[in-house]
């Protein structure tokens, strides 16, 4: 159903040349990174106000117009597609830092700043803002798929980084979730119910984020193993020994072809991890020492440390491009990408079965992960349109998540359920999920917030 | 309204002796710690599985009979009591540890299990359960009102400690959220919403808590300061330097003269801080150091060490008898117990205002805190009856939380609404406080759950 003129006239009014329905502007906001498509959205919305969110969200809750907060397009599982039409909220110039309070490292901030936006201002305080998805997210965005990336190992996900919320709710209220202060037990954690939410609770208008001390010190380094099950089993050690890892990155042969070829480099053909240290001059030292001797224990070898930040950087600008290096493999692919998050004890086990389950198959599938967390991907490269492979390959995703939730773990460890993966929430949560569809029907009777997603069907 | 017969013979079926009507139990479980007074329950529930849960709320939900959690009645704002009459559900027979999974450094347990039995059953393993909020509290009821403590400051709240539930709904549905996995993006965060949720949103009949390794190295110590200014910047300083601590709390004048009294010892009668440091040998003598220069800087003295684990004991032993020990300091007196939490920055301001104020009226009120995390607590001592005082200790309380409020901090850092705090929330939440209202109707809609506490009335 498209937007009623009556609507578009009012939102036009409010909005002015910040309100587009050009086939252009729609087209961008109907794009997305996965293999995950819809019809573009009906009209985007720049709105520069909490106020003017609110007025929005007033009207199309009167009107029953849906409302799809637009970040920078990142997601992996659909999250910002307009499934059923509707207003596509893009929050790009809601993207000021709004204070910076240093002795109580937070950061007060609207949605669409990006996370490498928020650390460029933060560089010369001492402070940073560790979680890191790879893509140059928008905060509010990241908040609201609660993305984490490779430093959650040390620093956590966006469920312990985010402080405080504005939100503006389906009928235009506006609220506040948290505090300042380091913790609360005055109520419900709305905080922690909005983030993860995905837009289909309310639009996040600002956020406080909790900052860290830049470390002293920081090491990368880049480790190959014989085996695949060796290079897990270190991570699993390392874990369990509790050296403070930054990041711990596991890569496998493929992935490492994929980077070779994309990002020009000399590899071997062999899995690896990418590991960071952060602390003291002293501490990095020993944590590296230590891991460097429980690496020896799993056959690791060659060693190759980034000698200076710019080594640095372009290691992990390397891993940063994963996405597309792995798409490169297979020319025009587009990737079914899994997600599965398992407890520690589990890891070698399920990254093992992953890797069987796709060679079996026959699929190109390079697998990945954020294996300090027991989190891991695989891109299942499928030719577009091509519907055998796009079945073969959901087949694939959805064993390894059966494979995840038998031994305790989850379908999802950060790229969220959009539309990707809702048929497997009953799955995980059980009568859960339809818990979740009553609080949204709560605060959203309408169900104007980014319908479609997450939550069951409502009857 | 009193239980109807039919549904008491109902549940006598279902439980035999473990119901009981007798007044001896129903005023055991009418009973607080703080100076909240309520009628007792009309009956009293010891279930001994998930299924008898199950089967007690279906029952209560299909009459209308209010059903009230009963861990250990340590909770200082009225969680417990049965305000409008009801069933006390003591968990108290439900207290296993389900098990022990060390290599992912988590434990499952029912929700009766205290901290110090689950601690005791841990010894072993090399691992323990760092959340101390002072009482022997029951696991379940800690997560019910995302208790914390003296060790947060290092080891995070129960918001941070709980990776799974198993929780019974007001209708009998039993759900499980979270997993096993160290983060997940699968949907709303359940586990978050319920931990603080104080029995309102269901009941916890199994947790899955996350374990930290038994430090190398303990190290605690009490040292005296000249001021209240000096010892709560010195805290201040100490948060700020990253200085990891994993105990600092504050002391004022008039708890030091308390303890003296109750515990036989023998400080000098100045502010204090207790200290406590968790690493290797080398880490914490570092910390020790970097803090001992900190605490220089700001004119402590008199460092004493505990120098033997029974020591060290002794010491965490005396501050948490603080509540009998303050209110030792007026014989018979009860006490409204203020708990604000502040940002770091703020800390020192709201410390002395609290001091202030409470000099200003002439009440007693010692003041103590988890100030690492910004979070203190004063006991206004009232005589039980005394409506002056009592109307006095309010107002003063009422300041405290509004200057919180001011400043960005939370009226309840650990202690949570109950009925205590409950006229404080709109002051906090506005708006949200009405949303947590929706959300407690969506999931309870016969309010059956601890009805009166928490949320705003229903209309």
């Known amino acids: 159903m498209p937007i009623p003129a009556p609507v578009l006239s009012e939102l036009q009014t409010l909005l002015g040349e910040r309100l587009s329905s050009t ?142 919320l504005e939100v503006v709710l389906a009928d235009g209220r506006i609220i506040r979730t948290g505090s300042r202060a380091a913790k609360s037990s005055a109520g419900y954690d709305l905080t922690a119910l909005m983030v993860g939410s995905e837009g289909t609770l309310g639009i996040i208008t600002e956020l406080t984020l909790r900052l860290h001390g830049q470390p002293e010190k920081i090491a990368a380094a880049v480790c190959a193993f014989p085996t695949l099950e060796g290079a897990v089993e270190c991570v699993t050690a390392t874990i369990q020994s509790g050296i403070p890892m930054a990041r711990i990155e596991f890569i496998d042969e493929v992935s490492v072809r994929a980077f070779n070829g994309y990002a020009g480099r000399n590899f071997p053909e062999q899995p690896h991890l990418m590991i960071e240290f952060h602390g003291s001059e002293d501490a990095v030292a020993a944590d590296a020492e230590r891991f ?40 025009g692919s587009t990737a079914v990408v899994t997600d599965i998050c398992v407890p520690m004890s589990e890891l070698a086990g399920a990254v093992a079965a992953a890797h069987e389950d796709i060679a079996a198959d026959g699929m190109v599938g390079p697998i990945l992960g954020h294996v300090g967390d027991g989190n891991f991907h695989s891109a299942l490269l499928v030719e577009p349109g091509n519907e055998d492979e796009l079945k073969r390959a959901k087949a694939l995703a959805r064993r390894m998540a059966e494979r995840a939730l038998a031994v305790g773990g989850t379908i999802s460890g950060e790229h969220g359920v959009g539309i990707g993966k809702r048929a497997l929430m009953a799955d995980e949560h059980g009568e859960g999920w339809q818990v979740m569809g009553a609080i949204k029907a709560a605060l959203d009777p309408n169900n104007i917030l980014n319908p479609g997603k997450l939550v069951p069907e409502r009857n």
């Open 23 to 164: 086939q252009a502007d729609r087209d961008h906001h109907g794009g997305s990174e996965s293999y995950h498509r819809a019809p573009p959205p009906d009209a985007v919305a720049w709105p520069e106000t909490t106020q003017e969110v609110s007025a929005i969200l007033q009207l199309c809750n009167r009107h029953g117009v849906p409302v799809i907060g637009w970040g920078t397009g990142t997601s992996l599982e659909g999250h910002a597609l307009a499934v059923v039409g509707g207003l596509s909220l893009d929050m790009a110039r809601m993207n000021k830092v709004t204070e910076v309070r240093s002795e109580d490292m937070q950061a007060s901030v609207q949605p669409g700043l990006t996370r490498e936006e928020l650390n460029t201002e933060l560089r010369t305080t001492g402070l940073f803002f560790p979680v890191d998805p790879g893509a140059n997210a928008s905060l509010g965005g990241m908040a609201a798929t609660r993305a984490s990336g490779t430093t959650a190992v040390r620093y956590g996900t966006m469920r312990d980084n985010v402080l405080a």
């Open 292 to 331: 460097g001797e429980l690496a020896n224990d799993f056959g690791g070898q060659g060693f190759e440390w980034a000698a200076t930040p710019e080594d640095r950087n372009a290691l992990w600008k390397m891993r940063h491009q994963a996405f597309p290096a792995q798409l490169s493999v297979r020319p």
